[in-house]
T-cell receptor
């Protein structure tokens, strides 16, 4: 059974304090790992798709990396507007997307 | 370029009633998936539709059913509502040839 575990559950950062969110996964044949951002009461907003170990993608202050067992979402010099829940999901072909519970990020000015 | 749209935005029902939620996919997309998200949890896959057929299904009872129309829009129906069905229902669209899914804003369902 495909599984995704995200850590930490919650993270509080000062503005400008860089950090990383972790996504560990077990899946039979990875067809893609996905990062989404979700604001309270809204639908997830697509950030990145990673397909193979060693792949990296960047968007503004966010950088996603992938290994054979986990993915990291690095946040460089975060701003208060980066506060949200960040969701990680995998696709193995068994289920289109299996999600973790997310990491709630708060960035304090 | 219109993104994924869902209606209604909010809905209040009582136990035992039936509900229908609607979704229009992103322009150019042919595949629609539905997810249930309880408070504080990640979304859980309900089912996926392509070419008006249910392509895959998650671990949800038969009370949850769906439909896809020729214009690729979709409906989610839930019968005999339970208190535990209260959640944010999310629709996502994609191309059948690609893995990345794009989500709509969701429908918040409250069952009293």
């Amino acid at each position: 059974e495909d599984q995704v575990t995200q850590s930490p559950e919650a993270l509080r950062l000062q503005e400008g304090e860089s950090s990383s969110l972790n996504c560990s996964y077990t899946v039979s044949g990875l067809r893609g790992l996905f990062w989404y951002r979700q604001d309270p009461g809204k639908g997830p907003e697509f950030l990145f798709t990673l397909y193979s170990a060693g792949e990296e993608k960047e968007k503004e202050r966010l950088k996603a990396t992938l290994t054979k067992k986990e993915s990291f979402l690095h946040i460089t010099a975060p701003k208060p507007e980066d506060s949200a829940t960040y969701l990680c999901a995998v696709n193995s072909g068994n289920t289109p997307l299996v999600f973790g519970k997310g990491t709630r990020l708060s960035v304090i000015a | 370029d219109a993104g994924v749209t869902q209606s209604p935005t909010h809905l209040i029902k009582t136990r035992g009633q039936q509900v229908t939620l609607r979704c229009s996919p992103k322009s150019g997309h042919d595949t629609v998936s539905w997810y249930q998200q309880a408070l504080g949890q990640g979304p859980q896959f309900i089912f996926q539709y392509y070419e008006e057929e249910e392509r895959q299904r998650g671990n949800f009872p038969d009370r949850f059913s769906g439909h896809q129309f020729p214009n690729y829009s979709s409906e989610l129906n839930v019968n005999a509502l339970l208190l535990g069905d209260s959640a944010l229902y999310l629709c996502a669209s994609s191309l059948v040839s690609e893995e990345t899914q794009y989500f709509g804003p969701g429908t918040r369902l409250l069952v009293l």
